[in-house]
């Protein structure tokens, strides 16, 4: 159980387009989601928490109006890259909280590289 | 701020051996409290979770919890190759934020 996907797994994009990730729960509702994103060698940093039906909480330095969530459904989140630039080519990870517990489950991650 | 602070590693041990991954935090009203293995260019695994102080063993995993030290650890006894991975500490505050505060990870390899 405590299934998470992702989609895609890797995409490559020319600058100034906009990406969109999605990320599902497959087994289990989830209200909470979050966005992490993670360069290499370096420590996962949240970049918001995606919750449904109402809106993202973005960490501070995240640009919310470039990093779109969309949390319309209990099992869907997407994160939506706008206008996407070289430096923010990253591995961009979510991750569900099953209800009732802190306990959080990642997808396999996406690897964005903005040419 | 919240912190979460993990021995810095790289930690190498003998195939066989047992592993010891330490972990403070500073929120003395944290209360849930999990570790995540991550192999290079994946994403985290959730591999234990415990909420109460002591020992919780599961398989070759052993995860231990002192409030009163704010420290926890996770022992991996017959480590294998296979474990070799960044292992993360991460820790839930209270409060209904539900965000995890993880550590920077240390780099565990078993050497055959």
């Known amino acids: 159980g405590a299934v998470v996907s992702q989609h895609p797994s890797r995409v490559i994009c020319k600058s100034g387009t906009s990406v969109k990730i999605e990320c599902r729960s497959l087994d289990f509702q989830a209200t909470t989601m979050f966005w992490y994103r993670q360069f290499p060698k370096k420590s996962l940093m949240l970049m918001a928490t995606?919750?449904?039906?109402?809106?993202?909480?973005?960490e501070q330095g995240v640009e919310k109006d470039k990093f779109l969530i969309n949390h319309a459904s209990l099992t869907l989140s997407t994160l939506t890259v706008t206008s996407a630039h070289p430096e923010d080519s990253s591995f961009y990870i979510c991750?569900?909280?099953?209800?009732?517990?802190?306990?959080?489950?990642f997808g396999p991650g996406t690897r964005l590289t903005v040419l | 701020q919240k912190e979460v602070e993990q021995n810095s590693g790289p930690l190498s041990v003998p195939e066989g051996a047992i592993a010891s991954l330490n972990c403070t935090y500073s929120?003395?009203?944290?209360?849930?409290f999990f570790w995540y293995r991550q192999y290079s260019g994946k994403s985290p695994e959730l591999i234990m979770s415990?909420?109460?102080?002591g020992d919780k063993e599961d398989g070759r995993f052993t995860a231990q919890l002192n409030k009163a030290s704010q420290y926890v650890s996770l022992l991996i006894r017959d480590s294998q190759p296979s474990d070799s991975a960044t292992y993360l500490c991460?820790?839930?505050?209270?409060?209904?934020?539900?965000?995890?505060?993880f550590g920077k990870g240390t780099l565990l390899t078993v050497n055959p």
């Open positions: 995606s919750n449904e039906g109402s809106k993202a909480t973005y």
């Open positions: 991460a820790v839930h505050g209270g409060g209904s934020n539900y965000k995890l505060t």
């Open positions: 929120d003395r009203g944290s209360q849930s």
């Open positions: 415990i909420y109460s102080n």
């Open positions: 991750s569900a909280r099953v209800e009732g517990t802190n306990e959080q489950f």
